[in-house]
């Protein structure tokens, strides 16, 4: 894979990761209560679902802005797919066939940077080695 093609599929998954967590963030409450409703008749304990319920935004938007801007891309890329599995697996508890797709073309994304990472030329992880 050329820098050039790295770089582009960084930025995309690195901005939908950034997105994601950046329109939560300010209405982080809501989320978390939507999330814990959407998790109440899953078997998944609430005590489990509402931290994570919180933590989510704010994983997604660090991991997002890591990735948009390079830094520690081979650790970011690795806590995505950790969240994008917990994610698969929850989605799955609740039956939510419909967002899988989704999770597995960020996953395959979050792979294909791992296992491409030598082309991470154009990042702030370059200039760290420095």
């Known amino acids: 894979m050329n820098t050039i093609s790295f770089l582009l599929l960084r930025l995309a998954i690195g901005a939908s990761f950034f997105g994601h967590g950046l329109v939560r963030l300010p209405k982080l409450a809501a989320?978390?209560?939507?999330?814990?409703?959407?998790?109440?008749k899953s078997m998944l304990p609430e005590m489990l679902v509402t931290p994570f319920s919180y933590a989510l935004p704010i994983?997604?938007?660090?991991?997002g802005l890591l990735l948009l801007s390079g830094l520690f891309t081979k650790a970011a890329a690795i806590a995505g797919s950790l969240?994008?599995?917990?994610?698969?697996?929850g989605a799955c508890m609740i039956e939510n066939w419909e967002a899988l797709p989704s999770?597995?073309?960020h996953i395959a994304f979050l792979?294909?940077?791992?296992q491409f990472i030598q082309s991470n030329s154009w990042a702030l992880d370059g200039i760290m080695r420095k």
Do not use: C, N
């Open 59 to 63: 994983a997604e938007f660090v991991i």
């Open 111 to 114: 792979v294909t940077l791992l």
């Open 31 to 40: 989320f978390s209560g939507w999330m814990a409703g959407t998790f109440k």
């Open 83 to 89: 969240v994008m599995l917990v994610l698969i697996f």
């Open 103 to 105: 999770q597995f073309i």
